[in-house]
């Protein structure tokens, strides 16, 4: 394994979440990080959280010429890790057009647009973060399993088309981030230890859990092309 140490890190959707234990682990490790996301107010608390010299950029993955204006600005990057993303969900025949497209334009060609633009050392390295309903889908969440699939498929195609720098997936499951804090704590509690108790694993995921697998991506250069599913093994379950 690679160390970080003065690596330059972008992690977008680094202000809460995974992205932000992502964040912190990098510049644990000594990387140079710099967080992205759309809010100003979420991008310095963060900042102050992880502490250690970490910058800050106001990217909304919805524009594209904001992203083209950063990247050309910036040095190449030695890794960029792109978990921002704001998917509704539904069973198709409920989940409005517009939600689906949104949720669409926000995970997929959010992350696209990132990808395309994207200034990237000769080998360094892209992460997305998908789901694990790519390969076990939901009757209640059929759009996010197919967002997730296509993410897979991009970074797998990207792996080759930007050689020799790498490009590589992590595969949640069900993880405990912000995205559940709207849901009521007792029905909260209650979905997570119900899921909890379907798992061989017997627990749900952390945001530490998948910042460890991307770290292990940024730091294996023999990694490139691959999906790494961290999800407690709801696939197998």
Not at 76 to 99: C, E, F, M, N, Y
Not at 140 to 155: F, M, T
Request: hydrophobic share 45%.
């Amino acid at each position: 394994m690679t160390s970080l140490a003065n690596q330059r890190v972008l992690v977008v959707g680094g202000s809460s979440g995974i992205g932000l234990a992502v964040a912190e682990q990098a510049a644990a490790a000594g990387a140079a990080v710099t967080i992205a996301s759309r809010s100003a107010d979420k991008l310095a608390e963060a900042a102050s959280r992880i502490g250690q010299g970490v910058r800050t950029a106001a990217i909304d993955t919805a524009d594209e010429a904001g992203i083209d204006a950063f990247f050309a600005a910036n040095e190449a990057w030695d890794h960029i890790v792109i978990s921002a993303a704001q998917t509704p969900s539904g069973p198709v025949r409920k989940l409005s057009l517009d939600d689906a497209k949104r949720a669409m334009e926000s995970k997929f060609w959010g992350a696209y647009r990132i990808a395309r633009a994207a200034k990237l050392a000769e080998r360094g390295s892209l992460t997305f973060i998908s789901g694990f309903l790519s390969e076990r889908p939901s009757a209640s969440s059929v759009l996010q399993g197919a967002i997730n699939a296509a993410l897979e498929s991009l970074a797998r195609g990207l792996a080759l088309e930007l050689s020799p720098a790498r490009v590589n997936t992590v595969s949640p499951g069900l993880i405990d981030t912000p995205l559940w804090s709207k849901m009521d704590e007792t029905n909260r509690n209650a979905m997570f230890e119900r899921v909890a108790g379907s798992l061989p694993a017997k627990t749900v995921g952390k945001p530490s859990d998948i910042a460890n697998a991307v770290l292990f991506l940024m730091t294996t250069p023999f990694a490139t092309g691959s999906t790494v599913r961290v999800d407690g093994g709801g696939v197998i379950g």
